[in-house]
């Protein structure tokens, strides 16, 4: 009788995860351009930016992109370029071509709500909140999926908040934090006291640098208007 060979060790493990991804929209084909503009943007937040992964949005970009080229030059200033979203069935061909992965488009305008006709059932989605009540410490990254994110403690410089939802910090936000991920252009930040390294809301961002002294320390909700991100104090000082 043949012995049972004994069982082999799994050697991988395949499990869902997120990945901060920003993303750099396309607007001129100059190259040079586009790298001296990109350098002096990873120049504000050089940590951030450190062998990034980045995907480039093609919907406005005019022309068929010298892609070799521009991933040379991305490369050069120390992000990695791993796909394209958007633009034409050409332009992603020669993505393609170079080695970049097609990503499907996010959402970038909410859809109305379809109106049930008679007689028709109607299946409603539950979306489920993650609440945490601990602090959040650096090199710590929470997820909410399909929901928001409601922290009820202070978030350390380093960690990393995560939401396809809104985000509501009640406590200090050091960190960054990122809402609407997948494309949900509604999504909102809030919390009591702003001092995040990097705020978000469906992938348009804004670092620590450029954020406005009179909003640092206060309570503030942060949501998009267009394609601009708006911070706002939430309650007015009294004076006594």
């Known amino acids: 009788m043949t012995p049972k060979s004994p069982p082999k060790k799994s050697a991988i493990e395949l499990r869902s995860g997120s990945l901060t991804v920003p993303v750099l ?26 062998n990034a992964p980045l995907m480039m949005e093609l919907s406005e970009a005019a022309g068929e992109p010298d892609f070799p080229a521009l991933l040379g030059k991305l490369r050069a200033l120390g992000v990695q370029p791993i796909g394209v979203r958007g633009g034409s069935e050409q332009q992603h061909h020669l993505a ?33 909140s993650k609440v945490v009540t601990l602090p959040v410490r650096s090199g710590q990254q ?39 991920v997948k494309g949900d252009v509604n999504s909102r930040i809030f919390c009591k006291d702003l001092q995040a390294e ?43």
């Open 96 to 128: 393609q071509a170079a080695g970049l992965v097609i990503f499907a488009e996010g959402r970038s305008e909410p859809q109305p709500a379809p109106q049930p006709a008679g007689g028709t059932t109607v299946q409603y989605v539950e979306m489920h």
């Open 142 to 180: 929470i997820y909410a999926q399909g929901g928001d994110l409601i922290v009820l403690a202070p978030v350390s410089v380093g960690a990393e908040l995560i939401a396809d939802g809104n985000i509501h910090v009640y406590g200090s936000l050091r960190g960054r934090a990122l809402a609407g």
């Open 25 to 50: 929209r396309l607007l001129s084909a100059d190259l040079g351009l586009i790298a001296e503009q990109l350098a002096q943007k990873i120049d504000q937040a050089p940590e951030f930016f450190r």
């Open 198 to 240: 990097l705020v978000s809301i469906a992938g348009n961002y804004r670092i620590s640098e450029n954020l406005d002294a009179s909003v640092i320390g206060k309570a503030v909700q942060i949501y998009l208007k267009g394609e601009a991100l708006m911070i706002e104090t939430l309650f007015p000082e009294i004076p006594i």
